[in-house]
Every structure is written in C-alpha cells, then in structure tokens.
Nanobody, 123 residues
Framework: QVELVESGGGSVQAGGSLRLSCAAS????????MGWFRQAPGKEREGVAG????????YYADSVKGRFTLSQDNASNTFYLQMDSLKPEDTATYYC????????????????WGQGTQVTVSS
C-alpha cells in the first residue's frame, strides 16, 4: 500500500510559477513509476511528467516540456513538480500517482493516486 498526499496548488497569473509536492508513504520501495497527471473540466486525465525513481529517467508531455521540472527527494520520499511560465491552459486538478509498471503517461497503469490539488492560471 502506498499513500500519496499532494500540496502546493493555488491561483497564479499567466507567466507565474507554482511548485507541487507529493509526499509518499507506505511501501515506497514497491512502485516503479511516479507520475504527475492533470485533468481539466470536461477533459480526460493526461500525463504531465513521470519518473522512474530507481533508474532516474524523467519524461515530460510535449505541452509542458521546458516549463515544468519533476524532481525527487529520496530521503523524504517526496516528489516535486516545479511549474514555471504557467499558461491558462495549464489550469486543472493535478494528481500524483504511483505505478508498479507500465507507461508513465497512461492513467490506467497507475494503482495509487493522491487526492488532487487545484491549479488555476488566469490570463
């Protein structure tokens, strides 16, 4: 069992920054992928960024590449999503999730989910 707790959402103007945190607890050595997803009203949940913690590979959706940065603090089992140059189209509920395997951008491959944190970017 893995528990995920997100924090750090909020409201910013376009061009601003936010940093999301995801604190993982439980059997944190069991998952193989940590992902950040987002879901806007009326849209499907989409992968934003993913990391394979033990290998260190990090991947980003094209829509956020160069603006978002995923990082991890192994000592505290916390994952971060630094979001810079935010755009109104980044407005969504953001979720972190943990997977035992699969693709970092496929929601169905993930078993554990956080409660979500709202990010609102105004123009």
């Amino acid at each position: 069992q893995v528990e995920l707790v997100e924090s750090g959402g909020g409201s910013v103007q376009a061009g601003g920054s936010l940093r999301l945190s995801c604190a993982a607890s439980g059997y944190t050595d069991s998952y193989r992928i940590m992902g950040w997803f987002r879901q806007a009203p009326g849209k499907e949940r989409e992968g934003v960024a993913g990391i394979y913690p033990f290998g260190g590979s990090i991947y980003y959706a094209d829509s956020v590449k160069g603006r978002f940065t995923l990082s991890q603090d192994n000592a505290s089992n916390t994952f971060y999503l630094q979001m810079d140059s935010l755009k109104p189209e980044d407005t969504a509920t953001y979720y972190c999730a943990a997977s035992y395997g699969g693709s970092w951008y496929v929601p169905d491959d993930f078993t554990y989910w956080g409660q979500g944190t709202q990010v609102t970017v105004s123009s």
